[in-house]
């Protein structure tokens, strides 16, 4: 199993849960409002003179099965990249060696 963040923006929070869950990922999205910096853009702007700013971005997380990672990554790339003209985000993709669920008592 692998886990996949992705770092986006808000705009394009609708169009890619949308999309995950029609391609029948439902459950396990985590999603969560965080400050995000664009290292190449931070070093532009330190080169100018100005100050260095955290922009606000989305953060998705999900666990898929190694066969589903590649689409998974693709797709959230594309919806981002269509939504908006705008650059600054990122996409990780982890190992997961186990997962163990909380249950209510």
Request: charged residues 35%; hydrophobic residues 35%; aromatic residues 0%.
């Amino acid at each position: 199993m692998k886990k996949i963040e992705a770092v986006i923006l808000g705009s394009n929070l609708d169009a890619v849960r949308n999309g995950l869950e029609s391609r029948g990922i439902r459950s396990g999205l985590t999603i969560m409002d965080v400050r995000h910096g664009d290292n190449e853009k931070r070093l532009r702007q330190a080169e100018n003179g100005s100050p260095k700013t955290l922009q606000d971005r989305i953060k998705i997380e999900l666990i898929v099965e190694d066969s589903e990672t590649e689409k998974t990554v693709n797709f959230i790339l594309r919806q981002a990249q269509l939504e908006s003209d705008e650059q600054g985000g990122q996409i990780t993709v982890q190992e997961v060696t186990e997962v163990k669920r909380v249950a209510r008592g």
